[in-house]
Nanobody, 124 residues
Framework: VQLQASGGGLVQAGGSLRLSCAVSGRTFAYYAMGWFRQAPGKEREFVAA????????RYTDSVKGRFTISKNNAENTVYLQMNSLKPEDTAVYYCAAGTSLGAVQGGVYTVAYWGQGTLVTVSS
């Protein structure tokens, strides 16, 4: 399974960005997709997850109401729409795949596949 993330960039506080994660390879090998982020000097943390076979989603509390994870099964792509961005959202964002929603939400040690990161910088 290969994950290719894109869409990062520089945005002012209050602005929006949409990240994309293109998925290829053995698509039957994963059942949930997600996004993590890692700010400078901090550990990688869970942001959002979505079940591939349905619409169930999970979010970390700090992004609820601002971020939306979605997917396009036909195009094997997962998105993270980020609105009302804050400087504390600045981080490298990684897409991830796992065998279940719980595995993705569970953290870095239960994710099966990682994409490369895409940098999101929010200026104040």
């Amino acid at each position: 399974v290969q994950l290719q993330a894109s869409g990062g960039g520089l945005v002012q506080a209050g602005g929006s960005l949409r990240l994309s994660c293109a998925v290829s390879g053995r698509t039957f090998a994963y059942y949930a997709m997600g996004w993590f982020r890692q700010a400078p000097g901090k550990e990688r943390e869970f942001v959002a997850a979505i079940k591939w076979g349905g619409d169930t989603t999970r979010y970390t509390d700090s992004v609820k109401g601002r971020f939306t994870i979605s997917k396009n099964n036909a195009e094997n792509t997962v998105y993270l729409q980020m609105n009302s961005l804050k400087p504390e959202d600045t981080a490298v964002y990684y897409c991830a795949a796992g065998t279940s929603l719980g595995a993705v939400q569970g953290g870095v040690y239960t994710v099966a596949y990682w994409g490369q990161g895409t940098l999101v910088t929010v200026s104040s």
